[in-house]
């Protein structure tokens, strides 16, 4: 594991609605520049930005139309590569998004590819010899695009049908266009992803969140052939560039850390138990108080037990692709999701704008692919100058509208104002940083996580250190019998502190609280 991870706390960046600096309307490099000492002020130290290559934007960039150019809008190459070296004269690191399942149409491979005549690029996708024969029913591959080439077939599609699914190979390859993931064929795209890597390493990027990294070997029922792929490019990693960081978008980490990747996500999708928390109906995390935990705590029982501490499990605030936090909860229930984020194992990754409590915008019409996901995507709150600080661009040029709420929270009000989420954030990951017992590799034992009921308690520790860390989301004091390993001086206490007295653990309604108990 690259030494950098043992302690990061990551943010992630969506580029089109950081920070605009040339009056465009959307957001650019420049602007990530700008802000990489906001970041550090909040205390994270790392930065995974979404899909920034030339693309025709029919997915925000997940498209993409040349892995060697960074998409103009944000800058040059150049540009990119001085980012590199922001984030690091800063001692931070930053990821980019690696997108290796599909392009966009418009990628000079997906051109050549079309063509009648054989060429280099006649089985990087994955192509039917017959424009009538699709892909029905074949795992992973979510559609075809047809009639457009000269070239005879259907193309296997991997989300919109705008983004051609690159080869990778066939678990039992039935028909002659299938291959083999270890065929020629098969192997020219794994290099040709390869190469893209090492040149975004060459310039200074510090690893990939990658996209969709269970989903590029077709007809995988149990996975072991992607995990089989994600070994070999691990391998490669290792040899040349040991301390680049991978995570992946797997959302199941007994596969994805078997793969060799360093970190996972829990996901909106996927048996993790991830949604329960903040995003179903009843979210455990609100003051309601009618949610569970018993299935998230189950599943990452098995989940850390399963890769045995070999690789970190991400809890993310939320992503580009889930509604925001804020809206489904308020400041006050956020900032407990907080205390729970920023003291479980793993790197915790923190949304853009989540650290104000941004909400999700349900009336926003789609822009660039975003559909229900464009109200999680709107320009960050800065301030309460033209645009909320964030483009001097007319407002009709903004990518995306603004929150247009008068009373939006922004960053400028939030650091000024004592109490505030943004403060809070801060607090809890300064006390993160103090603790070892509390970074991504110490350890965690499960305390009281029972069905439909508050509190939750578990207790993390690293050597000597061991911290008790209790929550109480619900809007009532609860309080459970349990046997605890010891206890001592709280470090932590967001609104009434624990008690534990005759063997009862008495916690304060809506309330987290860090007890360090050796
Ligand atoms: C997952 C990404 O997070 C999402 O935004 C994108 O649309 C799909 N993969 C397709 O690449």
């Not at 192997?187 to 690893?207: H, I, N, P, S």
């Not at 189950?298 to 889930?322: F, M, R, V, W």
């Not at 004091?477 to 063997?503: F, P």
Request: hydrophobic residues 35%; charged residues 25%.
């Amino acid at each position: 594991m690259p030494s950098w991870l043992k302690n990061a706390v990551f943010y992630e960046i969506y580029p089109q609605s950081f920070q605009d600096t040339n009056g465009d309307g959307i957001g650019d490099f420049q602007g990530i520049i700008n802000r990489l000492d906001y970041i550090k002020e909040l205390g994270c130290n790392a930065i995974w930005m979404n899909p920034c290559f030339e693309s025709p934007f029919m997915d925000a960039g997940y498209d993409v139309a040349d892995y060697y150019k960074a998409a103009p809008r944000y800058g040059t190459n150049d540009d990119l590569k001085r980012l590199f070296e922001e984030v690091h004269q800063r001692g931070m690191h930053l990821i980019l998004d690696l997108v290796p399942g599909h392009t966009s149409v418009e990628s000079k491979w997906f051109k050549e590819s079309m063509k009648a005549e054989k060429n280099e690029y006649t089985h990087r996708y994955i192509w039917s010899d017959n424009v009538w024969e699709g892909f029905e029913g074949v795992k992973n591959i979510s559609g075809c695009i047809r009639g457009i080439s000269s070239r005879n077939g259907c193309c296997a599609t991997n989300f919109f049908s705008t983004q051609p699914a690159l080869n990778y190979g066939f678990v039992n390859p039935q028909k002659s266009w299938q291959f083999s993931p270890e065929s020629p064929e098969a192997m020219a795209t794994r290099k040709a992803m390869k190469d893209v890597m090492e040149f975004w390493l060459q310039m200074g990027c510090d690893g990939f969140r990658v996209d969709m990294a269970s989903s590029l070997v077709k007809g995988d029922e149990d996975g072991s052939a992607n995990i089989a792929l994600w070994q070999d490019i691990r391998a490669f990693l290792d040899e040349k560039y040991p301390e680049a960081a991978m995570v992946s978008e797997w959302g199941q980490p007994d596969q994805s850390l078997k793969g060799g990747f360093h970190m996972d996500f829990l996901l909106q999708f996927g048996p993790s138990g991830y949604t329960e928390l903040f995003r179903t109906e009843h979210p455990y995390f609100s003051r309601e108080g009618k949610g569970d935990v018993k299935a998230f705590a189950d599943k990452y029982q098995e989940y850390y037990d399963a890769t045995n501490q070999k690789g970190l499990i991400c809890i993310p605030s939320g992503n580009h692709d889930t509604p925001r936090l804020g809206g489904l909860l308020d400041e006050e229930e956020i900032k407990n999701v907080f205390a729970f984020l920023l003291s479980m194992p793993g790197a915790p990754y923190i949304y853009y704008g989540d650290e104000i409590g941004m909400k999700y915008l349900p009336d926003l019409v789609s822009v660039e692919g975003g559909y229900d996901r464009t109200g999680s995507r709107s320009p960050m709150q800065w301030d309460n100058t033209v645009n909320a600080g964030f483009s001097a661009a007319p407002k009709e040029m903004l990518y995306i509208d603004l929150d247009p709420d008068e009373n939006r929270p922004t960053v400028k009000k939030q650091m000024e104002t004592e109490g505030s989420l943004w403060k809070e954030v801060q607090k809890l990951n300064a006390l993160r940083q103090a603790h070892p017992a509390l970074q991504s590799e110490a350890a965690l034992k499960f305390v009281y996580a029972k069905e439909n009921a508050y509190p939750f308690v578990y207790q993390r520790s690293c050597g000597e250190e061991t911290i008790l860390v209790i929550h109480n989301p619900s809007g009532q004091q609860a309080s459970c019998e349990v046997k605890l390993d010891g206890w001592g001086e709280v470090i932590y206490a967001n609104h009434g502190e624990a008690v534990y007295e005759n063997g009862v653990l008495t916690v304060p309604a809506a309330s987290a609280t860090f007890v360090k108990i050796g």
